[in-house]
């Protein structure tokens, strides 16, 4: 079972407190909410922002539906067939499902919907999560259009999708919010402002959105004209926007989930406390700098360090790793490291002395010149960056300078490429995101690396699916790794408190979404 999978669970069996309600009525209770920032557009195949995707994972449905335990259920789709091969699905939609205005849901919404990921006029973030459906590769190059994708209505509750090839991990994801459906009269009628107001947003879940005050308020009350063998419990949330402490509001009744920072964690000793590793933090070299484009200095200088060291140093809730993709990160809809397996540490042909002082010695030099490490100016990423120059120090005969610096200045002076080598902290929802960013035509953090091989294996990974992508990128990640330009160090934790006295809460932080529908009042 995965982080999620065992978040969920637990979350599954909360329960909530008196005071996170609202009453209107002895049966009706409306959750309170707080969240940081403010939400974008609602368009579930366009919706980025967490905070849009929390609503529109609860106001829009799919096909499926995806329980706290990774299980699939019927959502709009009562039932399918899937042919021998494994290419073709065949849904039949629930003759029930109505949009809010009381219209039905058919299959020529599923197609619209799908046809929109991928354009035209522009391209969902999403669309590469339904590349095995036939044509998708071919339309998202510019080859065909989207008319051509292998999406159709049979009639209008039989939708049929026929894949390039077998994909046992498109059903999963047919159960994302981007997977929703999309009226297309209705959309056409709006002009561009679909999904930016509730008045131009037509919902298909268990939930509308009743209430939209831009960076202030969204509230969510129960579809009237929602049917699902599974309906909402919640009568609804009201979603306070824009809080500048939301740990505030949780512990004054005001919000029923927060992240926490570590130290507040002893005091929620009411809370139920869910914590996982999101952020890896890992030593980046730049290339481009003196003697650290070559490849035997660099392994030197990363084989070098003792990761036991560290480990002396770190809080609890930090740990040493050799992953530099953290648990939290999927993949196609796949947990990734639960598929992909743990990377291999660093190793070296000879040892670290011996190679850098071949790796000196190409270059025509005896010593590396003035060096600089770059890090957090925080206790933590202090120590551990002693014991790193130390390291270099008694294995190499190398002194390297130590520079701790405000987080913000650290990033504005890495991402103008003006470093040596850098300690950071490296986190992302997506192992593609965050591997892509070192590939040759990104190298967001200027490293100036350039490899031919992982590019092309980053290539490969975005035409294929399932568990053959995620297989893919493990390989690039281990080409990384091996190129002495990333070394990954030690995890970081972050913690989430739901009220001990709420119930049937599901949560993902990594997507930011919360699935309201089952919450209860104890």
């Known amino acids: 079972m995965n982080w999620l999978r065992k978040l969920s669970a637990m979350l599954l069996c909360l329960m909530l407190c008196l005071g996170l309600f609202s009453g209107c009525g002895s049966d009706v209770y409306i959750a309170k909410l707080a969240l940081s920032g403010a939400a ?4 579930p195949q366009f919706a980025e922002n967490q905070n849009s995707i929390l609503a529109a994972s609860n106001v829009f449905e799919g096909l499926l539906v995806e329980d706290p335990d990774g299980g699939l259920h019927p959502g709009v789709a009562e039932g399918y067939t899937v042919s021998s091969d494994g290419r073709t699905y065949t849904f039949q939609l629930r003759e029930d499902a109505c949009w809010s205005d009381g219209s039905a849901v058919t299959a020529d919404d599923f197609v619209f919907a799908f046809r929109r990921l991928f354009g035209p006029g522009s391209v969902s973030p999403y669309a590469e999560n339904l590349l095995s459906v036939q044509n998708a590769e071919a339309i998202l190059a510019g080859e065909m259009q989207p ?16 894949l390039e090839k077998a994909d046992s991990g498109i059903t999963t994801v047919l159960a994302q919010w981007y997977a929703a459906p999309c009226k297309e009269s209705f959309f056409t009628e709006q002009k561009g402002r679909y999904g930016l107001e509730v008045k131009s947003t037509l919902y298909n879940g268990p939930y509308v959105i009743s209430l939209y005050d831009a960076g202030k308020e969204i509230r969510l009350r129960q579809n009237p004209n929602y049917h699902s063998e599974q309906p ?28 926490v920072p570590r130290e507040s964690v002893d005091s929620l ?14 030593l980046v070299v730049n290339t481009s700098r003196s003697l650290l484009g070559n490849e035997s200095v660099r392994l030197a200088i990363c084989g070098a360090i003792d990761r036991e060291g560290i480990a002396g140093v770190l809080p609890e809730e930090q740990s040493t790793t050799t992953d530099l993709v953290p648990e939290t990160a ?4 796949l947990d990734y490291r639960d598929t992909a397996g743990h990377r291999t540490a660093l190793t070296l042909t000879e040892d670290a002395r011996t190679l850098f002082r071949e790796g000196l010695a190409a270059e025509g030099e005896q010593k590396l010149p003035f060096t600089e490490l770059l890090v957090p100016d925080t206790q933590t990423d202090r120590q551990a960056a002693g014991i790193i120059q130390g390291c270099w120090q008694n294995t190499l005969g190398a002194s390297i300078n130590v520079m701790p610096l405000p987080v913000d200045e650290l990033w504005q002076r890495v991402y103008a490429g003006d470093y040596d080598m850098a300690l950071l902290p490296l986190s992302d929802s997506t192992a593609m995101g965050l591997l892509e960013d070192f590939a040759s035509d990104t190298d967001r953090y200027c490293t100036g690396w350039q490899s ?4 092309a294996l980053l290539d490969q990974a975005a035409a294929e699916t399932g568990e053959q992508a995620v297989r893919t990128l493990a390989q690039a990640e281990q ?20 009220s001990s006295e709420v119930q049937g809460a599901w949560i993902d932080p990594g997507e930011g979404v919360i699935y309201i529908k089952y919450i209860t009042k104890s």
Not at 479 to 498: H, I, N, R
Request: a negative charge; proline letters at 1%.
């Open 40 to 43: 974008g557009t609602f368009d």
């Open 147 to 162: 008319e051509v994708l292998g999406v159709r209505a049979a009639d209008d509750h039989t939708l049929v999708l026929t």
């Open 232 to 259: 909402a419990e919640l009568y609804g949330i009201n979603i306070t926007l824009g809080s500048t402490d939301t740990l505030a509001a949780f512990t004054e009744g005001d919000s029923f989930y927060t992240q």
């Open 269 to 282: 000793r009411d809370a139920v406390i869910t914590e996982y590793a999101d952020t890896t933090y890992a």
């Open 330 to 333: 999927s993949e196609r809809t």
């Open 452 to 455: 031919e091989e992982y590019d």
């Open 479 to 498: 080409l990384l790794l091996q190129s002495g330009v990333v070394l990954p160090l030690y995890t970081s934790m972050s913690y989430y408190a739901v």
